[in-house]
């Protein structure tokens, strides 16, 4: 293997990282496209390297059991001492370059940011995939050179063990905080510093088709601090899945809500409708199977979950029924680079409320004390249905506009007719970018929202309207804030509107 020409293709990639200060517009776009070809470079030479290190350690082995000693009583073994010093000298240099640019991507890291649209949730996917390809990146290379200082040791299955290890872990957390004070009409002056949210989560690469997530959360519950677990699971990508089909294991995310929240990209800020109003849990227990659509899922993906029913806050299982959950995620202008982050996201969802089915059967004695007549429940009388559809509209990285809807029917038992819920939600964005020189003024975005709930479309007073608009910015890569005014109105003209001004904080770790 050629360790100069992997020197090259690093260097490469520094030189367009600098380059690309002068055209920040076209920063990612270069980026990805020199990770692409850099990450698919090193796994060939990877590839090699192991074949031909294969090929050493059996003639290695072949040597050993001859017996043929030097005179100092060493093995030959066809590679000499000094050609072992030199590979391990060029990969301590290519690991340092490594480094660096792990160093220069989080230097730069605002600069990437606050690249057009970079406020907006796809952009910050973006540039998440890109440190994330380069953590990657860095791993192989030093798991390369953890093999290699194992290589001057004559002890080909310890070597052979180590060439083979591939696992990582990183952890990284989130810190959601706020400000509030209340203005409302006939309301005393209240105001509250918190923090809301807290999330500490653990990754961990086993090998190059399995990995393992778990994600605490702090929350307040009954006025207190609590922690306990969000997600837990295990994921499968197995060869034959060609990078396109998984399977995922565990308390799991509920993938719309998952992938609405970053369509809205401010769940520090609110939590999507949905979630909001507590249509469906965003963590779950169950085993889903996700295929992407296009080349490492380019052009969306599919997703079935088999689920309990329940939510990570109160985990019960109280009947043996399962929910049954399918998304689609569609991204189909991935070509156009005007409008190549717009999206379209759908989901059915259909399954039985989480209540222990046999305490409501009942017996009728109305007639004849001695009458046992039952009265049985089907699962169908406690349903619980929602259709929803979502998406993002995102232009030439200069605004966004998101939408969110949603459809539940509940069962309320036996012989009753089931009521329908309605979740409506619209958001969007404009980014100063393209506005001014000004760094901090690149920085800012309008943001707004507007949602509207009707808990039960039989009643003509139960509804509520949230209008939330205000001002967003993004002043490092790990800092986010959003000072906005939040007007509640309602359905009954017997409840007060309530106006509430917020400062909402993300921290990233």
């Known amino acids: 293997m050629k360790i100069t020409s992997i020197r090259v293709l690093i260097a490469t990639l520094m030189v367009v990282m600098f380059m690309g200060q002068s055209t920040v517009a076209q920063d990612l776009d270069v980026l990805l496209n020199a990770v692409d070809k850099i990450e698919s470079n090193l796994k060939n030479m990877i590839e090699q390297e192991k074949k031909e290190r294969r090929q050493q350690f059996s003639e290695l082995k ?20 000094e050609q072992f010093v030199e590979i391990v ?59 290699q200082h194992q290589s001057t040791n004559a002890h080909p299955k310890k070597q052979h063990k180590s060439a083979a290890k591939h696992s990582s872990t990183t952890i990284n957390g989130k810190l959601y905080s706020h400000g509030i004070v209340n203005i409302s009409d006939n309301e005393d002056s209240h105001s509250e510093f918190a923090l809301s949210r807290a999330y500490l989560t653990v990754r961990s690469k086993l090998s ?12 307040t519950i009954d006025e207190k601090y609590n922690i306990i677990l969000k997600y837990a699971y295990f994921d499968w990508k197995p060869a034959f899945g060609k990078g396109i089909m998984g399977f995922r294991f565990g308390l799991q995310p509920t993938e719309y809500i998952d992938y609405m929240n970053k369509l809205w990209g401010r769940r520090y800020a609110a939590p999507t409708i949905g979630d909001l109003h507590h249509l469906l849990t965003s963590s779950d227990l169950g085993f889903s199977t996700t295929v992407g659509f296009g080349p490492k899922s380019k052009f969306g993906f599919v997703k079935l979950a088999l689920l309990n029913g329940t939510s990570y806050s109160q985990i019960g299982e109280l009947n043996s029924n399962k929910d049954f959950n399918i998304v689609t995620l569609l991204t189909p202008f991935k070509a156009s680079h005007s409008f190549k982050n717009s999206s379209l996201l759908m989901q059915f969802y259909t399954g039985t409320q989480n209540m222990n089915l046999d305490d409501l059967v009942t017996i009728d004695n109305s007639v004849d004390p001695w009458d ?36 539940a029917t509940i069962g309320k038992g036996p012989e009753k007719s089931a009521y329908k819920k309605q979740a409506l939600s619209f958001f969007g964005a404009y980014y100063f970018y393209r506005l001014t020189n000004s760094h901090f003024l690149k920085n800012l975005a309008i943001i707004g929202r507007v949602d509207k709930y009707d808990p039960n479309k039989n009643k003509a007073d139960d509804g509520e309207t949230l ?27 017997t409840e007060d509107t309530q106006s509430m001004l917020f400062l909402n904080t993300l921290f990233k770790f």
């Open 62 to 81: 072949s040597t050993i059991s001859k017996s043929k000693m030097s005179a100092n009583g060493q093995v030959t073994t066809g590679i000499s001492e």
């Open 467 to 493: 209008v939330v608009f205000g001002l967003e910015s993004k002043p490092m890569y790990s800092l986010k804030m959003a000072l906005n005014y939040r007007i509640t109105s309602f359905q009954d003209d």
């Open 208 to 219: 190059d088709h399995s990995a393992v997530r778990v994600t605490t959360d702090l929350k």
């Open 372 to 407: 046992t007549t039952v009265t049985s429940v089907s699962a169908s009388d406690w349903k619980r249905q929602i259709f929803s559809v979502g998406g993002a509209f995102v232009w030439d990285h200069t605004f966004d506009f998101g939408f969110d809807l949603n459809f």
């Open 89 to 147: 000298n060029e990969l301590s240099v290519l690991r340092a370059q490594v480094a660096e640019l792990e160093k220069y991507f989080e230097k730069q890291g605002t600069q990437f940011a606050s690249i057009n649209n970079a406020s907006s949730p796809a952009a910050n996917r973006q540039v998440e995939e890109l440190g994330a390809r380069l953590e990657e990146l860095s791993h192989d290379v030093h798991g390369l050179m953890e093999g």
